[in-house]
């Protein structure tokens, strides 16, 4: 079973604990920083990733650090089942797919957007709104250039893409005109 599977099937029993207890957004940024705390430190890394460290080892440690950093009681037993479990490699995972579990149930989805140019703030706000009425969702916005563009937008959201490039329309144009 991949790392992925595994890691979403732990983070939806932890979205559905969390969401009966009303924290689903604390809880998410709850995990997001641990992510990063184990992340910045390389005593943590090693406590996470090395193998032959026996499982319940690990998780008094961790637990004695998340008790130390003011992680609520719902995460820290959380991550003493993912550590006891043998699973503690996957907390970068973990963090992932309880990410777009709370996005998914709060009803927001990532764009991916492209432009020629970088976007204001007002054009990126104006764009977000416009996505959010097409799909009737809140709209998170990744942006990348890409010059070879030209100019306007392009945006995918999931499988769906919208675009309103001019290379986009000039081959939009060309198929008419070789069409009719």
């Known amino acids: 079973m991949s790392?992925?599977?595994v890691a979403r099937r732990y983070a939806k029993a932890l979205a559905g604990i969390a969401e009966d207890q009303g924290s689903l957004v604390q809880t998410r940024e709850e995990l997001t920083g641990v992510a990063a705390l184990v992340r910045?430190?390389?005593d943590l890394q090693r406590l996470a990733f090395y193998p032959l460290l026996a499982p319940s080892l690990k998780a008094k440690a961790l637990d004695a650090v998340?008790?130390?950093q003011g992680v609520s009681d719902t995460v820290r037993r959380f991550f003493g089942v993912v550590a006891g479990a043998a699973r503690l490699n996957l907390i970068y995972d973990l963090?992932?797919?309880f990410d777009e579990l709370v996005d998914e149930r709060?009803?927001?989805v990532e764009a991916s957007v492209q432009t020629a140019q970088p976007?204001?703030?007002?054009q990126s706000a104006a764009l977000a709104a416009a996505l959010g009425r097409r799909t009737g969702k809140t709209v998170k916005l990744t942006w990348r250039q890409d010059p070879s563009m030209l100019g306007g937008v392009k945006a995918q959201i999931g499988s769906t893409v919208y675009d309103a490039s001019l290379k986009g329309q000039l081959r939009l144009l060309q198929a008419r005109l070789?069409?009719?």
């Open 119 to 122: 976007l204001t703030g007002p």
């Open 66 to 68: 998340l008790a130390a």
């Open 40 to 42: 910045g430190n390389a």
């Open 178 to 180: 070789l069409s009719a």
């Open 95 to 97: 963090a992932t797919a």
């Open 106 to 108: 709060l009803g927001v």
């Open 3 to 5: 790392n992925r599977l």
